[in-house]
C-alpha cells in the first residue's frame, strides 16, 4: 500500500483555477493507476480522472477539456489541473493509487467554487 496526502484545494471564483497535488509516500513509478475522485455534499463518490503507469488518461465527461492530470514519477506526485471552474465542481476531491495490492485513499481535500 501506499499512503497518499492532497494539496491545492480552496475556494476560488467560476472560472478560476486549481492545481491538486497528491504526494505519494513511495515511488509511483510501479503504481498501475492513479487518480482524482470527488464526492459533493449529499451526492454519491464519482470519478474525475485517472492516469495509468503508461501514460494513458481517462476523463469523466462533465470535466473533460478543462481538466488535465498527470504525474511527475520523479516526484512521487499526480496532479489534477482544474480550468474553467464551475459551482457544479464544489466537492472534496480524493486522490487514489490502484496496485495489485489494493487500492490506497487519501484523505481529501476541499474544493469550493463560488463567486
Known amino acids: 500500500q501506499v499512503q497518499l496526502v492532497e494539496s491545492g484545494g480552496g475556494l476560488v471564483q467560476p472560472g478560476g483555477s486549481l492545481r491538486l497535488s497528491c504526494a505519494a509516500s513511495?515511488?509511483?513509478?510501479?503504481?498501475?493507476?492513479m487518480g482524482w475522485y470527488r464526492q459533493a455534499p449529499g451526492k454519491q463518490r464519482e470519478l474525475v480522472a485517472t492516469?495509468?503507469?503508461?501514460?494513458?488518461?481517462n476523463y469523466a465527461v462533465s470535466v473533460k477539456g478543462r481538466f488535465t492530470i498527470s504525474r511527475d514519477n520523479a516526484k512521487n506526485t499526480v496532479y489534477l489541473q482544474m480550468n474553467s471552474l464551475k459551482p457544479d465542481d464544489t466537492a472534496v476531491y480524493y486522490c487514489?493509487?490502484?496496485?495489485?495490492?489494493?487500492?490506497?485513499w487519501g484523505q481529501g481535500t476541499q474544493v469550493t467554487v463560488s463567486s
Open positions: 492516469i495509468t503507469s503508461g501514460g494513458s488518461t
Open positions: 487514489i493509487g490502484g496496485t495489485s495490492a489494493g487500492t490506497s
Open positions: 513511495r515511488s509511483i513509478f510501479s503504481i498501475n493507476v
